[in-house]
């Protein structure tokens, strides 16, 4: 059970006290003792210290990188792609894809408060995210991807899990795609 971190009253002693509960505003329509109000600020204070995990994380770091994949793999042939040094990390994933080569074009690594947009150029391509919240070990991130036309690639909430890559693709041309390879840790204040 989770107590209030903050309890608010309007002032009104007696007649309609106001207190948020969980985030949850609460009218009580009934006379609201002074022994419950004290109870309720001892209870908030001594409780206060149990942060959720909005409340625990003020930023998320965030790590894109854009992946050229080259040289489709035609029908079912056999292939052992190559696949950059720098790209060891998901090399598993990558080996998954239809493609013979795999190369680093950028990468960028930068810290977003929770709630606040960020925007960046990678590879000629715009993305923005904006950390939504960090839940159960979870970052929920949304995602918003256009390419170097300014097309549409991917809308969406994600839910990542730190420390595991996740990769989003679209084809670039008839013999080449981008790959972006996002990685989010959250971050203590």
Do not use: C
């Amino acid at each position: 059970m989770e107590f209030p971190r903050h309890v608010a009253f309007n002032g009104k002693s007696g007649l309609s006290e106001v207190f948020a509960l969980n985030s949850v505003i609460t009218t009580v329509k009934r006379p609201f003792r002074r022994s419950a109000a004290i109870l309720l600020l001892g209870l908030a204070s001594l409780f206060g210290d149990s942060a959720t995990a909005e409340e625990r994380y003020s930023d998320v770091l965030v790590s894109v990188r854009a992946v050229r994949a080259e040289d489709p793999v035609r029908d079912k042939e056999e292939v052992h792609p190559h696949i950059q040094d720098e790209l060891s990390d998901i090399s598993k994933k990558l080996e998954k894809l239809p493609y013979k080569r795999f190369l680093l074009m950028s990468k960028e690594r930068f810290s977003v408060p929770l709630m606040k947009k960020h925007q960046i150029q990678l590879a000629g391509h715009r993305l923005t995210v904006r950390p939504m919240a960090v839940e159960q070990k979870k970052v929920a991130l949304f995602l918003y991807w256009q390419d170097n036309s300014g097309s549409d690639v991917l809308k969406s909430k994600l839910y990542l899990m730190p420390g595991e890559s996740m990769l989003a693709g679209t084809d670039h041309s008839s013999d080449s795609g981008i790959i972006m390879a996002i990685d989010v840790t959250p971050v203590e204040p």
